[in-house]
């Protein structure tokens, strides 16, 4: 090591040398001839990549990927390598890294979808009624329902549809971007629904594969990244956003048009085109389409709601298409809402989320229709079918929508639905029964408070125990007027506000905006929910306190004007409410 500091200018075969015999020796020695360092250092070169070369192979053949067993026998390479092996890694955890590496590999290796595609397996016949009673009592209704609609609106055949002008007519100057959105959970129709969209004689602008919270996500995304086809996405979360998940999806979409499907619908190869073309027609350019829909329940002769499943009821509504019944849609009919389906312009989708909805479990489909209707006077269709051709049908495997509709038996779930439609029926949602049978009543009152509830009682209690007379109340709800605390003002029964009967509406102001300093929310939710009210029970006057909020007063004021019933707004002091019982006495006609 001194040599190294008191020769400087030694060459660098001399001063190698020296290191060597130092690190041998322990001490410095003689330096030897060139050449007889020159030959050592080439003998160690040698030396050492001779081992490098035999460590590399070794560990390549130790790497827990390899499978000795399937690979020639390399003579003393193979044996020493399977021997180590054996005293370094433990055959159970060989096996198991053998295996996660053959699953990965697998995952990385280009498929096709003939390699991952699964298919659902129907093995059981359409559901059909043999129910002489019940056949007839749905076909009366749904034709009740289809000349009604003859009549006031005009309902089209496919043909006629198809006949109509359209903004988006195939062949035309202008080619819709259609956005389909997938939505996946544990069924096995992702490729039967990605093969018809791939062959629409329309062609979709991109599809939307979702899977939130689905145990067969890995699945779903093989089959996806197996068409390998740039419009074809995949979103994926552990989390399950569930019913309302996809169409928080379709807010992102820079498409003209979106198209949500479920898992149990599989479109016929014209679907995209047929759609596309009612959409932009004037008719119905303001709707949403599907291929399945709900009438919701008509009012029976005890003045009640029924359940929309109640059994052997006429009044419980209809479900359409309905093979059971034997009933098939051959022209347009607009529905109260649609299952399964729904085809609607980008911005339309906006319109679910003006309100809070009733709950996050279930019902996206009605506060679809509901809100469209209350927001933007849009209308819920179920298209008509050729008969003959499947490829015009939503869903032309409709076994597996029918057992998603006849299997929901859970008494929890159909108690929150029944809840829901009617809650949406008492806040001005003008079903298909209400445009069927307009009501006609004497009155109707508005609180905002309890303590205007407690104001109007005498002459609301007045026109109710007039005979002939008809009045209801509507009260705020939410923070503002609860319907509980509005009915022991009235004294009447707390139950009155969970009874499916015309008596009390409760408007639930606050599920626009909860929090907020702004009259918006409170006169956009009066105003909205007044209008359809109105609509629907057209009284011959609307009647509220005077010193009731500046902004309800204005929102009472529009909803009343709309009417084209002429609805004669009444503001009365609270002073003088017992004064002027005289009016539950007057004939409808001489009302103000």
Not at 394 to 399: A, I, K, L, N, T
Request: hydrophobic share 40%.
């Amino acid at each position: 090591m001194g040599l190294g500091r008191t020769t400087p200018n030694m060459r660098s075969g001399e001063y190698l040398d020296g290191m060597i015999s130092d690190y041998v020796g322990g001490k410095a020695k003689m330096r030897a001839h060139k050449s007889s360092s020159s030959r050592l250092v080439t003998a160690l070169t040698c030396l050492q990549f001779a081992f490098a070369i035999y460590a590399t192979f070794l560990l390549y053949y130790m790497s827990p990927a390899v499978d000795l067993r399937t690979k020639p026998d390399f003579a003393w390479a193979t044996k020493i390598a399977q021997h180590w092996k054996q005293l370094i890694i433990p055959p159970h955890v060989l096996g198991r890294y053998q295996e996660s590496s053959s699953l990965l590999a697998a995952e990385l290796s280009p498929t096709t979808p003939s390699e991952v595609c699964e298919h659902e397996q129907i093995d059981f016949q359409q559901k059909k009624s043999n129910d002489a009673q019940m056949i007839k009592l749905k076909r009366e209704l749904y034709d009740e329902v289809l000349n009604f609609q003859k009549k006031s609106v005009g309902t089209e055949t496919l043909s006629e549809l198809m006949a109509m002008k359209s903004k988006w007519k195939l062949g035309g100057p202008n080619v819709p971007k259609i956005t389909v959105i997938l939505n996946h959970f544990k069924r096995k129709t992702l490729c039967s629904q990605i093969d018809t969209l791939l062959h629409q004689t329309l062609p979709f602008h991109s599809i939307w594969v979702l899977s939130f919270g689905s145990p067969n996500e890995l699945s779903l995304k093989r089959i996806v990244e197996s068409y390998n086809d740039s419009r074809i996405s995949f979103v994926s979360s552990s989390y399950d956003f569930k019913y309302y998940g996809r169409f928080q999806m379709a807010l992102q979409t820079e498409a003209d048009l979106v198209y949500i499907v479920d898992d149990d619908m599989i479109p016929g190869k014209k679907m995209l085109q047929i759609l596309a073309h009612v959409a932009g027609t004037e008719k119905y350019k303001n709707s949403v389409l599907g291929s399945i829909g709900r009438i919701l329940p008509f009012r029976q002769k005890d003045y009640t709601f029924p359940s929309y499943r109640k059994f052997r009821s006429k009044e419980a509504g209809l479900y359409l298409p309905d093979p059971a019944y034997d009933i098939t849609i051959d022209r347009i009919v607009q529905v109260d809402f649609l299952s399964s389906s729904w085809f609607l312009s980008a911005e339309h989708v906006k319109t679910l989320f003006t309100e809070t909805p009733f709950t996050f479990m279930t019902g996206e489909d009605l506060h679809l229709s509901y809100q469209l209707q209350k927001y933007r006077n849009a209308g819920s269709f179920v298209l008509p079918v050729d008969p003959k051709d499947k490829e015009t049908w939503g869903d032309s495997e409709h076994r597996l929508a029918y057992v998603s509709e006849t299997t929901v038996i859970f008494k929890d779930v159909v108690q929150v639905r029944d809840d829901q439609w009617w809650r949406a029926l008492s806040t001005g949602y003008v079903t298909q029964w209400a445009a069927m049978h307009p009501q006609k009543i004497d009155a109707l009152f508005y609180a905002h408070s309890v303590e205007e509830v407690k104001a109007l009682a005498p002459l609301l209690e007045k026109f109710r125990s007039t005979v002939g007379k008809k009045a209801y109340i509507v009260v705020s709800g939410g923070r503002y007027c609860p319907c509980e605390e509005a009915t022991t003002a009235l004294s009447w029964p707390k139950g009155i506000c969970r009874e499916r009967r015309f008596k009390i509406f409760d408007l639930g102001i606050g599920s626009l905006s909860e929090i907020s300093d702004s009259e918006v929310p409170v006169l956009q939710g009066v105003y909205s929910s007044m209008k359809g009210l109105i609509k629907i029970h057209n009284p011959s006057v609307l009647i509220t306190v005077s010193d009731i909020d500046s902004n309800v007063k204005k929102a009472l004021k529009m909803a009343s004007e709309a009417n084209s019933y002429q609805t004669t707004m009444i503001l009365l002091p609270k002073s003088s409410v017992s004064k002027v019982l005289w009016m539950a006495d007057l004939r409808a006609t001489a009302l103000p």
